[in-house]
């Protein structure tokens, strides 16, 4: 394909260096420096997508981030991105880009008059109704495709600290970076384009002295010798949040795959990046975006924005048609007429709003020999696939009507401006709303505080000069707060030769003939497809708030979030309301400013960063066993060590028997534990334990309860008394940070006249179970200077001394109910110590086990797990674990006002209890019901905590919470399963083995 | 990309850890440290000094953390406990740190990368020491004389922080030690 | 994202540092038992729940795990003074001073 539309010369592109791209499978050639729209229009091509709503053509209206209509999937696969606007891709080799909306797609046109605005609305109120439409409109709605595999690319974020963030490298924000910098500020600077400079890029006339892009070149290369300044291209600053938090997302195209575009740095890694940035100051030098008028038919390919033309014609060197009409409002409009006339193309008319436009700007086209047509507007587009002519009007010189009739202008594109809007989004987000400004025909930014300020055309400024001058007045006032500077501008700003500016129209709606329910269709939101017809209609029924208005038309709900139409749909609704703007005032704007990326939101936590893995200091040994394992909080615990052949439930069995008979070894070392210590730690501990710690011996252990003010129990576990003011406290392996911040919170907030200090060191030590009848034997071989004899080192008995020649504390404590050593080893030190103890129980057949075997044999026991078998909603009592709880303590403990109150005494209270199954293990969750197959509502009797198959009694056994449960032994309850069967359940003890406590005693 | 490394992660061997807790307004508990350990608590925040083969950090208003050549730990332990009166508390720590040393020139991009902290030079310069979030996990970060940064991390995440390391540096080039 | 100095570092910390811990200056009952279960439930389970300054406790729980007042503002989200448990608010203007 030829590129009809390129001018032989100009523009910022590199001629030197062409690149072949495609764009809905068809090949086209553009040059590096091009964006996919440039080089689309350098083609000639007019219709780039079918619209939202009416599948009528649409093509490229804007050149930047305010583009509605040119919405590409960019990239096939699983590396496609969808919804990317072409006006901000930068070409590369290989670009493949579709558009967003299939051509099947926005298919509802003939139907559109039967789905006016609000039709979601109206569809809600009659559910049959919208089942009958949703199918229809699934089919039709959406836009972009959806990746087909995971995404390849990587994805980071980078945290920055800054004094000054300035958003935008327009001829503002360079200003302001500069004079920040020279004051000596850690300066962000972050641009959303692929070269600093903005509007400065096709700007023509000089500043300082020199060509504008030179004064560019000059200000960032001053900018990139500051050691503290971040120059961030690419980036779009997405939202400015509490306390000047700020999220930017760099775009690093040559990392997808593009090494060849022009002026990137050479990077690997992440394909976007972002960047989290902290500002003391935030100043928002976000620029306009010029306001496009709405006429009949105002969305016809060939209908463009009047500063876009200007851009493409000199950034790209790119004329988007032969014949132009330029419709406008206002002075900054004109020179895009004249320098078409200069690229050798032809102007028809300038048709200017205004009744007498007098100034500079009209002088020059005069000279320029362009007929001005004013006191006149565009009131319609014609044409069938692009515009084809231009329908002008004469309109009265205050209200908007027309006062003549109309005539036709030949042309093939129509440039409008209906003025500028300045780019508040970000301003908005810090929560004030943006006032109306008559005088400059524009929402302006309201300060929030004195930390986010704004400078440029964002703040309302509508020359070049005055960017240039309250930029970098902006810079110094931010880097003065931030402690840098008098606040004082370093020199003089940059001169430059633009004319003063007459005044603008405020013209929104273009009168039509007919009236917009009428007329051709005016668009307010091209992306979504809002006209004015739309919005009236939302005026007729009945809505009169502008946030409401949106919601029931759309407006602005589609990526590009009003950056063209708000400010044209709050005028239109304002009218029609009969009130004035100010009164109306503009939607909420909330991040994300453009759309972001699910890549840059996760980063590099994904995959097995997405939440860490902790290991234990045994952890390769357990994998060398091949062990499967169960995740525990954060922590990888082996579930169970498979041998050959083996399924779970038969290594289980294994694990089991060898634990009730002979010697089994378990990793212990993922629960959680606390030294406390100090001339108060025993009161410190009686006040947070159910159970008493005042007369606990050194050297002995003592199982707690531990509850939240309100009763419930939060946390249990075993406490040792390790010297006279000292105690080693173990949680439970899931709650280990939230009971040490729940120790600090007392001690710190409540009890701070205690003597008492808690230190974690659930990671210093490494722990081993030695469980079984010959557990006893297996430390002896490795352990001689400890007295293991039954006297000597009794149950509930803590010693020190050396376990295989390392400092160890040994715990005779049992989760299992079989005699039980848990061995203490430094962390570093818990790999040697444990293959010791493999060593030393080999002739004894050492059977290492998981948490599975570990929780049958507690089952087994009636041993409650704190989260399993409670929900946060037990009290002692309810577990009948009445016995470790100590009434009248001196102080007495948290929670225990709570145990009296009326709701905790109810005897229908689910009770703890023991529940016997016949064959079937039952499924954990499952609800309890008396009567299987009665009529619903069927009454809740409690349900199954948790069920196992015990190898020791060769039956399942199950543990569960039943009303009242305690005082129903051996009555029959029934257990409704997911497929609708009712399984018999007989109330039964919770101890299934061992009652008397006689095996762990020995 | 150069041939030289932008970063380069040592595991530092284990070392002997004392987790100290004491008033430090009270002389008697600042001398009596000084008399068994040769070190002097810091007692401005965010700080840790060297202090031969030893050195210190400081956790919190009333918290430090004391790291000796592995193996004396448990005599230090035992002197400071004879030597300390009054309201204090030694706890041997050793099996939870692993120590990380990040050095080369894109060191400070890993931490960019990694914490909420603003570990540039004017904010965190030698002699600084602070814990703050590591990625998921949360880390002691020291800032050295020699313009490297020693990370102290919990032991069951060390390999969790060494992996992500090694994904953030990536595209620095790196190197181990 | 807020940042909040935490008076014990004696620096301005990113949020993702710190926890919330509720409201300040709730001090448990000196004796719970000889309250009627109206007031222990005040207790347990009553807040101001401020539209505006609000004092409340943070917690430092990546930094250096001590708690902290904090008097926020709820609805802009401003940080208007930061002091040490133990210490009386500077003024009462709000609803749950000490």
């Not at chain 1, 501008?489 to 003063?500: I, L």
């Not at chain 1, 995959?607 to 200091?617: I, N």
């Not at chain 1, 703890?912 to 039952?922: H, I, P, Q």
């Not at chain 2, 600042?30 to 002097?40: I, L, P, S, Y």
């Amino acid at each position: 394909m030829g590129t009809p539309r390129r001018l032989p010369s100009g523009g910022r592109i590199d001629r030197d260096r062409p690149i072949a791209f495609s764009f809905n499978r068809r090949e086209m050639r553009g040059f590096s420096g091009d964006t996919l729209a440039s080089a689309l229009l350098a083609h000639g091509v007019a219709t780039v997508a079918r619209s939202f709503k009416y599948g009528r053509p649409r093509g490229i209206v804007g050149h930047g981030v305010e583009e509605p209509n040119a919405i590409v999937d960019l990239g096939v696969g699983a590396a496609m991105t969808p919804n990317v606007r072409a006006t901000e891709i930068e070409l590369f080799a290989g670009l493949e880009a579709r558009t967003s909306r299939a051509p099947w797609q926005g298919a509802v046109g003939p139907l559109a008059r039967y789905l006016p605005a609000g039709f979601y609305y109206k569809m809600f109120l009659h559910a049959r109704g919208f089942r009958t439409w949703e199918r229809f409109l699934r089919a039709t709605a959406g836009l972009g495709g959806v990746p087909e595999g995971p995404d390849p690319d990587t994805y980071d974020h980078l945290n920055h600290h800054c004094d000054v963030l300035v958003v935008g490298a327009g001829p503002a924000g360079l200003a302001a970076a500069l004079e920040a910098c020279r004051a000596g500020a850690r300066v962000v600077l972050a641009d959303e384009q692929a070269e600093f400079g903005g509007s400065l890029l096709a700007e023509t006339g000089p500043v300082d002295g020199e060509h504008a892009s030179s004064w560019v070149a000059r200000t960032v290369a001053e900018l990139e010798s500051h050691p503290d300044a971040v120059l961030l291209a690419r980036s779009t600053v997405s939202g400015l949040y509490d306390h000047n938090f700020v999220t930017v997302v760099e775009r690093r195209p040559d990392a997808a795959g593009a090494p060849d575009v022009a002026g990137a740095p050479d990077v690997a890694g992440a394909r976007e990046r972002l960047h989290r940035v902290r500002a003391g100051q935030v100043v928002l030098a976000t620029g306009a975006i010029e306001r496009p008028l709405v006429f009949a038919n105002n969305d016809l390919p060939g209908v463009m924005l009047a500063s876009s033309v200007f851009t493409y014609l000199h950034r790209y060197a790119v004329v988007p048609g032969e014949r132009m009409v330029l419709c406008t409002t206002n002075d900054s409009a004109y020179r895009t007429a004249i320098d078409w006339v200069g690229a050798g193309r032809e102007v028809a008319a300038i048709v200017d709003a205004r009744p007498e436009p007098s100034g500079a700007a009209m002088q020059a086209a005069t000279r320029a020999g362009i007929e001005v047509i004013h006191g006149h507007a565009v009131i319609e587009a014609r044409g069938r696939k692009r515009v084809r002519e231009a329908v002008v009007a004469p309109l009265h010189g205050e209200d908007d009507r027309l006062t003549g009739p109309p005539r036709r202008i030949g042309c093939d594109l129509i440039a409008c401006s209906g003025g500028w809007t300045p780019t508040l989004h970000l301003a908005a987000q810090t929560g004030v709303k943006p006032r109306w400004s008559d005088e400059a025909i524009a929402f302006l930014p309201v300060p929030a505080g004195d930390a986010v300020t704004w400078a440029g055309s964002a703040g309302g400024a509508r020359s070049l000069p005055a960017c240039l001058q309250t930029g970098a007045a902006a810079g110094a006032m931010a880097a003065s707060r931030t402690g840098h500077g008098e606040g004082r501008v370093s020199a003089e700003p940059p001169e430059t030769d633009e004319p003063p500016e007459t005044p603008s129209r405020a013209l929104f709606l273009v009168p039509h003939q007919r009236p917009p329910s009428r007329a051709p269709k005016q668009f307010v939101d091209l992306q979504l497809d809002v006209t004015a017809a739309d919005i009236e209609l939302a005026a007729r029924e009945g809505y009169e708030s502008v946030e409401h208005v949106k919601r029931y038309t759309a407006l602005g709900f589609g990526t590009e979030q009003g950056k063209l139409g708000n400010v044209n749909g709050v005028a239109i609704l304002a009218r029609a309301l009969g009130q004035d703007i100010a009164a109306t005032g503009t939607t909420m704007f909330r991040p994300s400013y453009t759309p972001v990326t699910f890549g840059a939101v996760a980063g590099r936590d994904v995959g097995g960063f997405f939440d860490p893995e902790r290991r234990t200091p045994m952890h390769g040994w357990h994998e060398e066993q091949g062990a499967e394992w169960e995740d525990v909080g954060r922590w990888k615990r082996p579930r169970y060590y498979p041998k050959a052949g083996e399924g779970m439930q038969d290594a289980v069995n294994r694990e089991c028997l060898a634990a009730r008979d002979g010697v089994a070894i378990l990793d212990a070392s993922t629960l959680g534990k606390i030294d406390i210590q100090g001339a108060d730690a025993h009161v410190f501990l009686d006040r947070i334990y159910t159970t008493g710690f005042r007369r606990l011996g050194v050297g002995r252990c003592r199982y707690g309860l531990m509850l939240h003010e309100d009763g419930t129990i939060f946390d249990d576990g075993v406490t040792a008394r390790i010297a006279g003011h000292r105690y080693l406290m173990h949680t439970t392996t899931g709650n280990a940070e939230a009971v040490f911040d729940w120790l600090e919170l007392w001690r710190q907030t409540e009890w701070p006249d205690l003597d008492v200090y808690c230190t974690s060191v659930t990671d210093h030590w490494a722990t081993a179970a030695l469980v079984g009848p010959k557990s006893r034997e297996v430390l002896g071989r490795v352990c001689d200077d400890i007295d293991l004899s039954r006297d000597a080192f009794r149950f509930m008995d803590v010693r020190e001394g050396h376990v295989a020649g390392v400092p160890a504390r040994v715990f005779r404590i049992s989760f299992s109910g079989e005699l039980s050593f848990e061995v203490n080893v430094p962390a570093h030190r818990g790999r040697e110590v444990w293959d010791a103890l493999i060593e030393a129980g080999a002739e004894f057949d050492i059977t290492p086990y998981g948490t599975e075997a570990m929780h049958v044999l507690r089952a087994e026991k009636g041993f409650i797990i704190v989260g399993q078998d409670t929900d946060g909603s037990m009290t002692p009592a309810d577990m009948g674990m009445d016995w470790a709880v100590r009434r009248n303590k001196p102080f007495g403990f948290l929670g225990e006002r709570s145990l009296s109150l009326p709701d905790h005494l109810r005897e229908d209270r689910l009770q703890f209890v023991g529940l016997a199954s016949g064959d079937a293990v039952l499924p954990e969750g499952a609800p309890l019901v008396e009567v299987p197959d009665g009529a619903p509502p069927i009454p809740n009797q409690g349900f199954v905590s948790s069920a196992y198959h015990s190898a020791r009694l060769s039956r399942p056994i199950a543990l569960g919470l039943v009303r009242g449960g305690r005082t129903r032994l051996g009555e029959i309850l029934h257990c409704a399963l997911a497929d609708g069967r009712n399984l018999p359940v007989t109330i039964v003890d919770p101890v299934f083995y061992d009652p008397d406590g006689k095996a762990q005693d020995v | 990309m150069s041939d030289r490394p932008g970063v380069v992660l040592r595991r530092e061997p284990a070392r002997g850890c004392l987790n100290l807790r004491g008033n430090p307004r009270d002389a008697g508990f600042r001398n009596a440290v000084a008399a068994v350990t040769g070190v002097e608590l810091p007692v401005e925040s965010c700080t840790w000094g060297p202090a031969g083969d030893a050195a210190v950090y400081w956790l919190g208003p009333d918290e430090w953390l004391l790291v000796l050549p592995a193996g004396r730990e448990a005599d230090v332990e035992r002197r400071l406990r004879e030597a300390l009166a009054g309201s204090f508390s030694v706890v041997d720590t050793s099996g939870t740190h692993c120590f990380l040393n990040l050095s080369g020139p894109a060191r400070g991009y890993v931490l960019q990368k990694s914490s909420p902290y603003d570990f540039h030079p004017r904010n965190f310069p030698a002699g600084r020491c602070v814990q703050t979030v590591f990625a998921k996990a949360s880390a002691l970060v020291a800032a050295n004389p020699d313009g490297s940064f020693d990370l102290v991390v919990r032991r069951s995440y060390a390999d969790y922080v060494r992996d992500w390391i090694a994904d953030a540096e990536e595209e620095y080039g790196f190197a181990r030690g | 994202m807020l940042r909040i100095r935490c008076p014990y570092c004696e620096e301005a910390r990113s949020e993702e540092e710190f926890a919330y811990a509720g409201e300040a200056h709730i001090r448990r009952p000196e004796d719970p038992e000889a309250l009627s279960d109206r007031e222990w439930g005040e207790y347990l389970h009553f807040r101001t729940n401020a539209r505006g300054p609000h004092r409340e406790m943070w917690v430092h729980a990546a930094g250096c795990r001590r708690y902290f007042n904090v008097l926020r503002d709820t609805v802009s989200y401003e940080i208007l003074d930061v002091y040490p448990i133990g210490k009386a608010p500077s003024d009462d203007s709000t609803g749950n001073g000490a």
